[in-house]
């Protein structure tokens, strides 16, 4: 692929345009989705933005007092979301400028067991926002209560605080 051919891959065409109307087109990102690729479900391939680059750090499943108040998968990613976005707010940043997500589990069979109530507490705060996302069970985390770690990376466009 040549550069100018990379080029016309990322301007929207008017398919583009009408299939992936979302919030994240006002937050001034756009997801990636390469012709005739099944559509992902609770994350995208990709996604392109232009602003400030936010970088969040590892978020687990406890409150602001470093203390686990749910020791189920579900609860702890509740609360890890709940902190993504609190670390974003100090930049004025929401879910819709979240560009990628990387979640780190322990259990793979107790998230594929909890899909239902993860899904919820994913889209009670961070609505109907897909990132970039990757998912990888590890062995354990540093915290020993912990279940899962997301990290995050958000785009701000200019001018926002």
């Known amino acids: 692929m040549t550069p100018a051919d990379?080029?016309?891959r990322e301007e929207p065409t008017p398919d583009d345009a009408t299939r992936r109307k979302s919030p994240a087109a006002s937050s001034g990102t756009r997801r990636l989705q390469p012709p005739g690729w099944a559509e992902p479900k609770g994350y995208a391939n990709?996604?392109?933005?232009?602003?400030?680059?936010?970088?969040?750090?590892?978020?687990?499943?406890?409150?602001e007092g470093a203390t686990f108040r749910a020791h189920d998968l579900v609860g702890q990613t509740r609360q890890a979301l709940k902190n993504v976005l609190a670390v974003l707010a100090e930049v004025g940043a929401g879910?819709?400028?979240?560009?990628?997500?990387?979640?780190?589990?322990t259990d793979r069979e107790e998230y594929l067991a909890n899909?239902?109530?993860?899904?919820e507490a994913y889209r009670d705060l961070m609505g109907r926002h897909f990132p970039a996302m990757t998912m990888?069970?590890?062995?354990?985390?540093?915290?020993?209560?912990?279940?899962?770690?997301?990290?995050?990376?958000?785009?701000?466009?200019?001018g926002t605080s």
């Open 6 to 8: 990379a080029r016309r």
């Open 46 to 63: 990709g996604v392109v933005a232009e602003g400030r680059m936010v970088f969040v750090a590892g978020q687990i499943g406890w409150d």
């Open 95 to 105: 879910p819709e400028h979240v560009v990628r997500m990387t979640w780190y589990i």
């Open 136 to 158: 990888v069970e590890v062995s354990a985390l540093v915290e020993g209560e912990a279940r899962v770690e997301i990290e995050a990376t958000a785009v701000v466009p200019a």
């Open 115 to 119: 899909l239902r109530g993860v899904g």
